[in-house]
């Protein structure tokens, strides 16, 4: 009977091993994450803010900003591997290049005066980087970009050290 139930843990042990799947991509193969926004016509705050893995940024505050400047901390623990994972959720490896005026694909309506996004995500293999015009509508990846920039300014806290008060 012992033996059997020892046979039987055994078993269910090596199952479990075998049927294991990997889960979304380890925050340690993420080096850095950057986002920027431009200037649109009107009071649309520009900078740029770079988050590493140990939670830390670099904001480089230009216009319409609480502060401007270069100004460096320490977010929240955890606030870099939750951006990576919003990446992940968001498969943010496979959004295009560029979404402009220029690329009726990317861009099939727009309008003027809006703001500019950049998002450039350094991994151990390499750096991608992806622009937007936020005048852009009409293509599915818009929407994820939309997506990303919410859940990334709730990490790096974007009402506190970046928003100027309304």
């Given at each position: 009977m012992i033996r059997h139930s020892l046979s039987a843990l055994l078993l269910a042990a090596g199952l479990a091993a075998c049927a294991a799947t990997p889960g979304p991509a380890a925050p340690d193969t993420y080096r850095a994450i950057s986002i920027t926004e431009t200037p649109c016509f009107g009071f649309c705050p520009a900078y740029t803010i770079t988050v590493t893995p140990d939670d830390r940024y670099v904001l480089e505050a230009r216009s319409h900003t609480q502060t401007q400047g270069r100004t460096t901390g320490a977010l929240e623990a955890g606030s870099f591997a939750r951006m990576t994972a919003?990446?992940?959720?968001?498969?943010?490896?496979?959004?295009p290049v560029s979404i402009n005026t220029q690329d009726d694909d990317t861009c099939p309506l727009w309008h003027?005066?809006?703001?500019?996004?950049?998002?450039?995500?350094?991994?151990?293999?390499?750096r991608q980087d992806v622009s937007w015009y936020r005048g852009c509508s009409g293509h599915p990846a818009i929407e994820r970009l939309e997506r990303i920039s919410d859940a990334l300014r709730a990490q790096y806290d974007y009402d506190t050290l970046i928003a100027v008060e309304r």
């Open positions: 919003v990446l992940e959720r968001e498969d943010a490896a496979s959004l003027t005066d809006a703001p500019g996004y950049e998002l450039s995500v350094t991994r151990a293999d390499g």
